[in-house]
């Protein structure tokens, strides 16, 4: 397995754009969760999904944030408006039953 | 102004001897607990978990311990190697009650000297 595939890897966009990331989970997982990693407050749980369905987004910082998980071998974490504050790492990791939780590389978000 | 980030105790070991990492958790409710290594430009790294039911769990060169009483857990590396160098993470979650989500220690900086 490919592992979980996270685009793009960099994302460089002016204040006020719509930001699309991407992630792409292990097949055959269940869970699914989208993580913002910064100097600040290091890793942080915005939301996650089981078997497609949102269980627990009370980590997503504001509206501006959502996320959707259209199929299990797809989903989309969607900032708009970018703001600077935003500026940081994304990860996507999944899982299966509870275990194995893997992440993906990450996507490095620059908002100018 | 100058952002202040966090500030990642660091641990410096020779080449060749073991490292010892230590966390503290916060949730006595936890039951599920995971290590990762972060390198540098690279997604967290699965090494080793350990359920609530267990003490002790060994892998290859590595051992986590687990102290329910304290709420401490310790990741000790064998024969530490210069590729060990990276940010080490703890993780504790739950695997009943629906908490499936993981919440993360600040880490702590693992540097190999050779």
């Known amino acids: 397995d490919a592992g979980v595939i996270q685009s793009p890897r960099h994302e460089v966009t002016e204040m006020g754009q719509e930001v699309t990331l991407r992630c792409k989970p292990i097949?055959?997982?269940?869970?699914l969760f989208w993580y913002r990693q910064t100097m600040m407050r290091g890793l942080e749980l915005l939301i996650y999904?089981?078997?497609?369905?949102?269980?627990?987004d009370s980590g997503m910082p504001e509206d501006r944030f959502s996320a959707k998980m259209p199929n299990a071998s797809f989903s989309t974490l969607k900032i708009q408006p970018s703001e600077p504050r935003d500026s940081a790492v994304y990860f996507c990791?999944?899982?299966?039953?509870?275990?194995?939780?893997?992440f993906g590389s990450g996507t490095r978000l620059t908002v100018v | 102004g100058e952002s202040v980030g966090l500030h990642l105790p660091t641990l410096s070991v020779q080449e060749g001897d073991n490292s010892i990492i230590n966390c503290a958790y916060s949730?006595?409710?936890?039951?599920?607990f995971i290590w990762y290594k972060q390198e540098s430009g690279k997604g967290p790294q699965f090494i080793i978990d350990?359920?609530?039911?267990?003490d002790k769990r060994q892998g290859q060169r590595v051992t986590v311990l687990l102290n329910k009483t304290v709420k401490h857990l310790s990741l000790q590396i064998a024969a530490t190697q210069p590729g060990d160098s990276a940010v080490y993470f703890c993780?504790?979650?739950?695997?009943?009650?629906?908490?499936?989500?993981?919440?993360f220690g600040t880490g702590t900086q693992l540097k190999v000297e050779l």
């Open positions: 990791a999944s899982s299966f039953n509870n275990y194995g939780y893997t």
């Open positions: 350990i359920r609530s039911n267990m």
């Open positions: 993780a504790e979650g739950g695997l009943t009650g629906g908490g499936n989500k993981l919440t």
């Open positions: 097949s055959g997982h269940d869970y």
């Open positions: 999904f089981n078997n497609n369905v949102p269980i627990d």
């Open positions: 949730n006595s409710a936890s039951d599920y």
